[in-house]
């Protein structure tokens, strides 16, 4: 019986390590081919909204603006998708990768497990199928 005891004991310490270790690795996604971006065609650099002054209605999945369409071509930028302006060799505005802006965090290991067996909802996402941002 000590024997048995002896190994539920190793066992259960060997999952709580494994556990507490998956919270310490996470995971991250980077935006999708056909997220939405305003590009300065100038400097063949584009940027995310949030790094933005102006932010056009459409771009935003909650209809959030700073602005229209016509104020940000006025302040000289278009609006492209990702997949786009990476295919014509734009970059991402240094700040703003730098912000994380294109990346979109996940869970951690223990999160993705306890999501999989339904204790944790989904996180939401922080693109649409559409291309707008969510925030």
């Not at 940027?47 to 909650?62: Q, R």
Request: proline residues 7%; hydrophobic residues 40%.
């Amino acid at each position: 019986m000590d024997k048995i005891r002896q190994y539920l004991t190793n066992a259960a310490f060997g999952v709580g390590c494994l556990i507490i270790l998956g919270f310490g690795i996470s995971s991250s996604g980077s935006a999708p081919r056909h997220a939405f971006v305003a590009v300065d065609t100038s400097s063949k650099t584009y940027f995310g909204p949030n790094c933005m002054s102006v932010v056009p209605p459409g771009w935003m999945a909650d209809g959030h603006s700073l602005g229209t369409l016509s104020d940000l071509e006025a302040a000289g930028y278009v609006m492209a998708t990702l997949e786009t302006v990476r295919d014509a060799r734009f970059g991402p505005d240094p700040d703003c990768r730098d912000s994380g802006e294109f990346i979109s965090e996940g869970r951690s290991l223990t999160g993705d497990l306890l999501e999989a067996i339904g204790i944790l909802g989904p996180i939401p996402p922080r693109w649409n199928a559409d291309g707008t941002w969510n925030y």
